[in-house]
Every structure is written in C-alpha cells, then in structure tokens.
C-alpha cells in the first residue's frame, strides 16, 4: 500500500478528526497510487493517521475511512451500510424511506445512498467509491435485498473528482415509488424529481411545523413536492396555499395532497416566491404561519455575501406578510453559509421589515444525516422557527 505524507503540522485538524487531506497539504507519496486506490496517510514523520481513497487530480487529495478498515473493502461497506441502517431503524423504526448513506459521516467518503423502500438511489462523489461500485451493489442486493439500484448525480461534483458525468442504473430499472415519511404518503417519479427524488433533510423539521399550524392559514413557498405544507394539512391548518416556480413542483404537491385526502382548504400556485411575496406586501394579503425553503443562495465562498443578502431579501419579504403573533419558518441549504451568519440574515431581516421577532427553534438536518464535529463540511441545513411581532 502506498504511503501520503503529509507537511509538518498539517497533521492538526486530521488528528482532530476532520476526514480530507487537501492537495496543498501534501508533502509526498512513497509507491505507487492510482485514482481511487487506498493509501495509508501519515504524519511528517511517518506515524500513520488512517487510510483513505486517493485521487492526485482533485483538491481533496484523500478521504478517509474509518480506522476499522482491514484492506476489504466489502466487509468494510457492509459494516459500514448495516451500522447505518441499525442507527436509522432507532429513530425511524416506521419508516422504509431515508437517507442510508451520508457520505463522510457515515464513512463512506463521497458516497449518498437514499433509500426508498426496496429502491435505492445513489450520489457517487468519490474514485475511490465508484471504483468500488461492485462491492457496494453486491452489499446492498444480498443485505438489503436491494430491487432498484441507480445515480442521480449532480454532474458538478462528479466534474470536480474527474468522473464521467453520466447516470447509471446497475440493477432494477428507474421507476417511481409511493412513500412514507411516517404520516404523509408522497409519490416520488424518479426520472423527473429533483435530487435523489425526494428532500429528506427536512422530514424532522416537517413534523416540528406541526406544532404551530392548527386552525392557522399556512403558507409553504418553495414547496418542491409540498411537504411543510402537507403536514401542516395534516395537524389541521385552515388553509395552506402552495407556491413554487416549477410547475412540476406543483403539480407533485397537488398530487400528494389528493394521495393523501386532505380536507383542508387548499391553493395550488405555480409562481415566483419573490414576486409573490412582494405582491402580497403591495395587496396587505398575510399569514399566520409562511414557511420558506429556498433552494442554496451560495454556491462557493465567493458567492457568500450576495447569498446573504439574498436571505436577508427574502426573509424581509416573508416576515412583512406574517400576522401579529405569527410564525415564520426559515432555511438555508447553503453549505458555505455558517448558521450564525444565517440568523444574523434573519435578524437584519427583521429590522428592515420592522418587525420584532423570537427565535423559538433552531435545527439542522434530521437524523438520517449524522454530522462529523470535526467537519463542518458535514454540516450544511439551517432551519429556524420565528415568532413575529
């Protein structure tokens, strides 16, 4: 096995527990490696650190695996898929549908496996993963008794780590299937859904809305396939009016709501959220309870400080049309922008909307996506629950 050095004191933050080594960090490589093979990672002096999947052509250099890792690597994926697996049954011991697999804190570097009941979609982020592709596909048949197992890519990432853009189904075929978030049933088309087909990460903060929408007037924007504005149909809203730009969106939550014979008073609106916010504004037409879950405002670091002010737009739109005594519920996907940094943005909102305002709940993801401490990389959803004044 080959052998990554790294320079003095770059050991710090591995050491710490964070699982990359950046291109920058390397002093040198002793044998022979190639792009996606496993090499051993060692300290300046030669102490070894781990092991981890190699690729000389991409910024992150190495990712590690768990120091469990024997050199077999489907023992290893198989350990590492059942511990996951056992971790999800805990909190979702009703559910059939989660995220499997999320990635590095999981570790499964590079590696998304979304699981929707015997269908499982995968997001292929490393060499190191996808030269193992086999191993995987064997754990998830003869373990899982997998039916269904193809990518959804996003092509950027896969750009980034040097692997071919195109999506693969390895066994089964790209169907559609009906699930279960433990209350609302959602029927996901896989071959026009966004993502792996469905937002898992927000499915705890879908339930936590609950609490706050019974006999209220609810408004979900950017509602994807409808899910805050479902479970607020659920929990007995009064009315809940749905707004995306995509029509297909639309017509997914529509559909979702008639799969699950809701009674409640409903509005289906294929719009621009800003546009609409904006027109309320101008029409005093207002909520007691808008929820907003923007699609990422920030793509790179670069693109930080017009995200936040795209935040600090939005949620001054949003709290502007809340009643008194209302509640805005808030989220940013953006990796690059820190939580603090987000509730600052909702702050600064606040104050231009004049409108004072509590923070009654603050989350992350849920929790089929476990985080690494170590690595805020790990660490990307943003979810708070605003009461308005």
């Known amino acids: 096995m080959a052998k990554?050095?790294?320079?003095?004191?770059?050991?710090?933050?591995?050491?710490r527990g964070h699982l990359w080594v950046f291109s920058n960090e390397v002093l040198k490589i002793e044998g022979e490696a190639e792009n996606g093979d496993v090499v051993s990672l060692c300290d300046a002096k030669g102490s070894e650190l781990g092991k981890g999947f190699y690729n000389k052509n991409s910024l992150i250099?190495?990712?590690?695996?768990?120091?469990?890792?024997?050199?077999?690597?489907?023992?290893?994926?198989?350990?590492?898929?059942?511990?996951?697996?056992?971790?999800?049954?805990?909190?979702?011991?009703?559910?059939?549908?989660?995220?499997?697999?999320?990635?590095?804190?999981?570790?499964?570097?590079?590696?998304?496996?979304?699981?929707?009941?015997?269908?499982?979609?995968?997001?292929?982020?490393?060499?190191?993963?996808e030269k193992n592709i086999g191993s995987l596909e064997n754990v998830l048949i003869n373990e899982l008794k997998a039916k269904n197992i193809f990518t959804k890519n996003e092509p950027y990432f896969r750009k980034l780590e040097g692997l071919p853009e195109k999506d693969k189904t390895y066994i089964g075929e790209i169907s559609s299937e009906l699930i279960d978030d433990g209350k609302i049933k959602y029927k996901i088309d896989f071959s026009k859904s966004q993502k792996t087909g469905f937002y898992l990460d927000q499915s705890d903060n879908?339930?936590?809305?609950?609490?706050?929408?019974?006999?209220?007037?609810?408004?979900?924007?950017?509602?994807?396939?409808?899910?805050?504005?479902?479970?607020?149909?659920?929990?007995?809203?009064?009315?809940?009016?749905?707004?995306?730009?995509?029509?297909?969106?639309?017509?997914?939550?529509?559909?979702?709501?008639?799969?699950?014979?809701?009674?409640?008073?409903?509005?289906?609106?294929?719009?621009?959220?800003?546009?609409?916010l904006e027109k309320c504004i101008k029409e005093n037409k207002k909520f007691d309870v808008v929820i907003i879950d923007p699609p990422a405002f920030a793509k790179s670091r670069k693109s930080i400080p017009t995200a936040i002010k795209g935040y600090v737009k939005l949620n001054r739109l949003a709290l502007s049309i809340v009643n008194e005594g209302g509640f805005l519920?808030?989220?940013?996907?953006?990796?690059?922008v820190k939580h603090a940094d987000f509730i600052e943005a909702v702050n600064k909102a606040s104050v231009k909307a004049d409108r004072q305002i509590q923070l009654i709940h603050s989350a992350g993801a849920s929790l089929d996506h476990p985080q690494i401490p170590a690595m805020e990389e790990t660490s990307y959803l943003k979810f708070a629950v605003i009461k308005v004044f």
């Open 206 to 276: 879908r339930e936590f809305i609950e609490r706050i929408v019974s006999g209220k007037s609810v408004l979900d924007a950017f509602c994807n396939s409808g899910g805050f504005g479902l479970h607020a149909a659920y929990s007995g809203a009064e009315s809940v009016t749905f707004i995306d730009s995509s029509e297909t969106e639309i017509e997914n939550a529509k559909s979702n709501f008639e799969l699950n014979s809701f009674k409640t008073q409903a509005e289906f609106i294929t719009v621009d959220v800003f546009n609409y």
């Open 61 to 129: 250099t190495l990712r590690l695996l768990n120091k469990s890792f024997n050199g077999d690597f489907y023992s290893y994926s198989k350990q590492m898929i059942l511990n996951a697996l056992n971790t999800r049954k805990i909190f979702y011991p009703k559910r059939n549908s989660y995220r499997l697999i999320f990635s590095e804190s999981d570790f499964m570097p590079g590696l998304i496996i979304d699981k929707y009941n015997d269908s499982y979609v995968l997001q292929v982020y490393s060499y190191g993963m």
């Open 4 to 15: 990554l050095f790294l320079k003095k004191n770059e050991d710090k933050r591995i050491r």
């Open 329 to 336: 519920a808030s989220s940013s996907c953006s990796h690059h």
